[in-house]
């Protein structure tokens, strides 16, 4: 529970120690493992993994579509396993392939959804005008689903999985295959909403620059166990740490400035590759002029130096020795 002052809001989302595990012959496969997750209301939530880390499980048995092992999960104060239409009606879900059917048109396919959720027809006409002006879709409402373009059908999609308004959203890969300008409008139209409506989403996704730049935390998944749970910002001080790569003019050089760099509390890796002394520190603002000061008190040259900002992927590589998008790939 969040308390701010007297006033106690529930999060949207509680998990409390959920397992999935699978029969596959006369093997057990545990899919996850005892998951502990809390998700503020409003808050935008990455959930980072690879292929087969239990994160698209996870979020299955949130959604009700597969029930739980053991532990238990909580939606908007709902539980998943005993009030599983309630939970449904809660949330938006947006999967990895397209929601609307090929042959049908756009406005059609937004009216028709908005009334399997409950809604009068009046109400749904209404929503899936105002969903096509605010997603952009203005001037396709009588064209079919298979006419779009693969950013027009994803914004579609969108479209779909918050008729009802729901308080809160999931988005599987919402991005995937499209073009940087298409991903760029889609986050566009989803910070838009999401500032309107306040609505807590839950975003998986391999391009981590989504979620570097869009999420308030980050959660990596992997073997079906959480790794790690933090800002991304924070993931990075405390992971990855700062780059630096200086050039020299000879080998012996490299290979003493590499020594005076191990020398530095703050230094957390040295490499040499030739002439570059790569190395990482927990601040490279402060280290780096540092460096060359040493550096030149030893009359060594320093012919480069660049500083950078660690990734996500990087954050990734050192929890688990493996690159995010490397494990996508695969």
Known sequence: MMTTGTITTAPAIEVAALTKTFKQGKNTVEAVKGIDLTVAKGELLALLGPNGAGKSTTLRMITT???PTSGSAWL????????????????????????????????EELVTQGLCYGLKRSESASRADELIAALDLTGME??????????QRRRLDI?????????????????????????????THISRLRAETGATIVLTTHYLDEADAMAERVVVIDKGTVIADDSAAALKD????????????????????????????????????ALTVGLQVERADVMLPRLIAAATERAITIRTAQASRPTLDDVFLSLTGRSLRESAAA
């Open 65 to 67: 579509l597969l029930r």
């Open 76 to 107: 908007e104060g709902h539980n998943i396993a005993d009030e599983p239409d309630a939970v449904r009606r809660q949330i938006g879900y947006v999967g990895q392939g397209n929601g609307g059917g090929n042959n049908q048109r756009v406005r």
């Open 142 to 151: 009588n064209r079919k689903v298979s006419t779009l373009s693969g950013g």
């Open 159 to 187: 479209a779909l999985g918050i008729v009802h308004r729901p308080p809160v959203i999931f988005l599987d890969e919402p991005t995937t295959g499209m073009d940087p300008q298409s991903r760029a409008n889609l986050w």
């Open 238 to 273: 405390k992971l990855a740490g700062d780059r630096i790569d200086l050039t020299v003019e000879r080998a012996a050089d490299a290979d003493e400035l590499a020594r005076l760099a191990t020398g530095f509390a703050q230094t957390r890796d040295v490499t040499v590759d």
